[in-house]
């Protein structure tokens, strides 16, 4: 039986904001401790997805990734057995495939402005199972709830999301410098869950170097402020999960005009190189606003106008999304 648990407040609007996220890679692909994959990641500004939930009689959404939105609202309705409908307004959405996040925080930010709407409360990672995301990685859970430097536990026995296991803020100073394919996308859907399944057995020796390596330098160096072994630690990760990901994405990196430009940086002295999730995105780690400048301006003559790619600066993000509730009557009130 459908029901709605909130009558009282039929006008009211929900906005939500959030941000993207870089996967900086898999601490054991090969589970031999019952638990698999675990990840480590970053929220990160200059991308967002931000939309508004009201009241309607079906289920439409509007805007960029309008389809998407619509069927996560669906989903969330069903699965909770909320009075249909809503109406999804996307005025913004991170962009698809690029590997930053933007199908898990669509979904968590339709199912939480779907159920604030209705008056219901659920922890973010409860949504991300209806909306059928974080199934591999909590990264993007945690950066919709939590922002910052963020690690999960993998995927257990069960069905649960893996779980947030530590989240710690991201240095202020610190700048990341996004390495964009302007012409190609990353594995996803159907081909990156093949892609998984054509794998070979990753070693639990490099799995337990890797989570070793994490543990000890990775988020020691981000507690510290410490960028150069933070950035020599993700590399190494890069490296071991790229390569092992290599027959499935034609090399340690989905794109080969990124590859080029990673390549570059690396052998300039930029230590931290990698790819966020499937990529085609890369990313260079670096120390301030002023390096991060210095670089793309190099990188630029270095490579002419950069037709096959884009730079971006970008920092770390060490809040989670935002959430507003308002009717049009509070918004007339505060009208001038």
Request: aromatic residues 6%; charged residues 20%; glycine residues 14%.
């Amino acid at each position: 039986m459908m029901r709605d648990r909130d009558n009282h407040n039929q006008d009211a609007a929900v906005t939500v904001e959030t941000g993207a996220r870089l996967h900086l890679g898999f601490l054991d692909l090969n589970g031999g401790l019952g638990r698999r994959f675990g990840s480590m990641g970053l929220a990160i500004d200059g991308f967002r997805t931000h939309l508004t939930a009201t009241r309607a009689d079906t289920v439409t959404a509007s805007g960029p990734s309008a389809y998407r939105a619509r069927g996560h609202a669906a989903r969330v309705l069903e699965a909770l057995g909320l009075r249909p409908g809503v109406h999804i307004e996307v005025h913004e959405a991170i962009p698809g495939h690029l590997g930053l996040g933007s199908g898990t925080q669509l979904g968590l930010a339709v199912g939480v402005a779907v159920t604030q709407l209705h008056g219901v409360s659920l922890a973010p990672a409860t949504v991300a199972g209806i909306a059928d995301r974080g199934a591999r990685s909590g990264i993007g859970i945690g950066s919709f709830d939590q922002g910052g430097f963020i690690v999960d536990g993998g995927r257990g026995p069960g069905d649960g999301t893996p779980p947030v296991i530590s989240r710690m803020p991201y240095p202020e100073d610190w700048r990341v410098v996004l390495v964009l394919d302007a012409r190609g996308e990353g594995i996803h859907g159907a081909d990156e869950k093949a892609a998984f399944g054509r794998l070979p057995p990753f070693p639990s020796e490099r799995a337990a170097h890797l989570c070793r390596l994490t543990l000890m330098q990775i988020m020691p160096a981000v507690a510290e402020g410490r960028l150069e072994p933070f950035a020599r630690g993700v590399a190494e990760v890069q490296r071991a999960v790229g390569d092992h990901f290599a027959a499935a994405q034609g090399g340690r990196y989905t794109s080969p005009a990124v590859a080029e430009v990673l390549r570059w940086a690396e052998a300039e002295g930029y230590a931290g190189v990698g790819q966020s999730s499937w990529g085609p995105t890369g990313f260079v780690l670096t120390a301030g606003v002023e390096d991060a400048e210095q670089l793309v301006q190099a990188a630029r003559r270095r490579f002419g106008e950069l037709s096959a790619v884009r730079l971006c600066i970008v920092r770390g993000c060490n809040h989670g999304s935002r959430i507003s509730i308002t009717s049009p009557l509070e918004t007339l009130k505060r009208a001038p």
